[in-house]
């Protein structure tokens, strides 16, 4: 079983920056991507950036792309996202999930909020 848990979320004003953590713990084996999903009020989850195991390729959202940056320390098990020149879209509930492809499993955190004012 693996526990997922994020931290980092909180209030900032637009132009500002959050780093969001994500540690995980139990049994790493067989997670190949490690990523960010977020939900704002009203709309669906979508998928904000994801990093595969060794880090090497990594996947954003239109909408974030240049302004985030994710990136993970495989030693303590836990991915960041760094937010840069944050928006009020990008207010939201950042959930950070752990996907196995072998399993076809994905394990998801409590969520962390987000929400940057005008």
């Known amino acids: 079983q693996v526990h997922v848990v994020e931290s980092g979320g909180g209030l900032v004003q637009a132009g500002g920056s959050l780093r969001l953590s994500c540690a995980a713990s139990?049994?790493?084996?067989?997670?190949?991507?490690m990523g960010w999903y977020r939900q704002a009020p009203g709309k669906q989850r979508e998928l904000v950036a994801v990093i595969t195991s060794g880090g090497e390729t990594t996947t954003y959202a239109d909408s974030v792309k240049g302004r985030f940056a994710i990136s993970r320390d495989n030693a303590k098990n836990t991915v960041y996202l760094q937010m840069n020149s944050l928006k009020p879209d990008d207010t939201g509930v950042y959930y950070c999930n752990l996907h196995s492809v072998l399993t076809n499993r994905d394990y998801w955190g409590q969520g962390t909020q987000v929400t940057v004012s005008s």
């Open positions: 139990g049994s790493m084996f067989g997670i190949n991507y």
